[in-house]
């Protein structure tokens, strides 16, 4: 299964969070992932694309126990 990942690069700039409302939220002055569906938005893409520290990533973890 497919998720998004916020690594531990995450400056809390709040670019992820103004371009994709439906993924991304605040929290502990980071960006946290608010869910794991439509993985093939737009927004989502623009926002992963626009982090200035690439910290959002979309990770396949079903190899994981």
Same mark, same amino acid.
């Given at each position: 299964?497919?998720? *998004?990942? *916020? %690594? &531990? #690069?995450?400056?809390?700039?709040?670019?992820?969070? $103004?371009?994709? &409302?439906?993924?991304?939220?605040?929290?502990?002055?980071?960006?946290?992932?608010? %869910? #794991? &569906? #439509?993985? +093939?938005? $737009?927004?989502?893409? %623009?926002?992963? &694309?626009?982090?200035? =520290?690439?910290? *959002? $990533?979309? =990770? +396949? +973890? $079903? %190899?994981?126990?």
């Amino acid at each position: 299964m497919k998720k *998004i990942e *916020i %690594n &531990e #690069n995450c400056i809390g700039c709040g670019m992820c969070t $103004s371009l994709d &409302e439906e993924h991304f939220t605040f929290g502990d002055g980071k960006a946290e992932v608010l %869910n #794991n &569906e #439509n993985l +093939d938005s $737009s927004n989502l893409q %623009n926002a992963i &694309e626009s982090c200035p =520290v690439g910290a *959002i $990533s979309i =990770v +396949d +973890d $079903s %190899n994981e126990k």
